[in-house]
């Protein structure tokens, strides 16, 4: 069973467009997180969710917004998308604001393209 | 704030060679420290972390990190390198104070092993 899984694993659209990535985790986690990694390969936070608080990466545009659906899916949300978008998108889970034994569960990631 | 570094964009070692992957990190509390590894096309897998308690920290496929609290270190090692190794290695810290459990992860560090 996958623990963290993303729809779709690829995505190519156009500049302007607005689309999802959906995240959904069956680990029972209560905190999920979106990650960009861009093409040198750097990792960067962008949201931090549980069911109490949305943390968001003062960096990250107002075009991206999560939307949790419920406890199990945190969605993200792109609007206007932009060249400098194109990048991979890795959602990621985790138990309790403490640190979990195994630290942060990572999807596959979705190859987002802007063309 | 809380940064990390790596140093190295690549490392070269020899099957059967012991291997160290640098990582320097920098938070204004105590740290909890992590390494993860990504294989091509693939999400990142959590190998160990650093929490509390003896500074040598034992994880997945024979993989170990020496806590170095003075030099704000968290070097990764491995006695023998396997040519299955071959992956891109990325360290990550959290300040113990850090709301969100977010994390802040290096740069990564590309690791080749030749037989």
């Known amino acids: 069973d996958t623990a963290v899984s993303q729809t779709p694993k690829y995505l190519v659209t156009q500049m302007g467009n607005d689309k999802s990535i959906k995240c959904e985790q069956n680990?029972?986690?209560?905190?999920m997180y979106w990650y960009k990694q861009d093409s040198k390969k750097f990792l960067k936070i962008m949201f931090s969710y549980n069911n109490k608080e949305l943390i968001i990466n003062e960096t990250v545009p107002n075009r991206f917004s999560p939307k949790s659906p419920d406890k199990a899916h945190l969605n993200l949300h792109i609007n206007s998308l932009e060249l400098g978008d194109s990048a991979v998108y890795f959602c990621?889970?985790?138990?309790?604001?403490?640190?979990?034994?195994?630290?942060?569960?990572f999807g596959p990631g979705t190859r987002l393209t802007v063309l | 704030a809380q940064s990390v570094a790596q140093p190295e964009d690549q490392v070269n070692v020899a099957e059967g060679n012991p291997l160290t992957v640098k990582c320097t990190y920098s938070v204004s509390g105590n740290p909890y420290l992590f390494w993860y590894v990504q294989y091509p096309n693939r999400g990142l897998q959590f190998l160990l972390k650093?929490?509390?308690?003896?500074?040598l920290v034992k994880g997945s496929y024979g993989f170990e990190a020496e806590f170095n609290k003075s030099q704000t270190s968290f070097h990764l090692k491995k006695p023998s390198a396997l040519v299955s190794d071959s992956a891109l290695y990325f360290c990550a810290v959290r300040d113990r104070g850090n709301a969100g459990n977010m994390l802040t992860f290096g740069g990564g560090t590309r690791l080749m092993v030749k037989p």
């Open positions: 650093y929490i509390t308690g003896d500074n």
């Open positions: 680990l029972g986690h209560d905190t």
């Open positions: 990621a889970s985790s138990q309790g604001g403490g640190v979990s034994l195994m630290g942060q569960y």
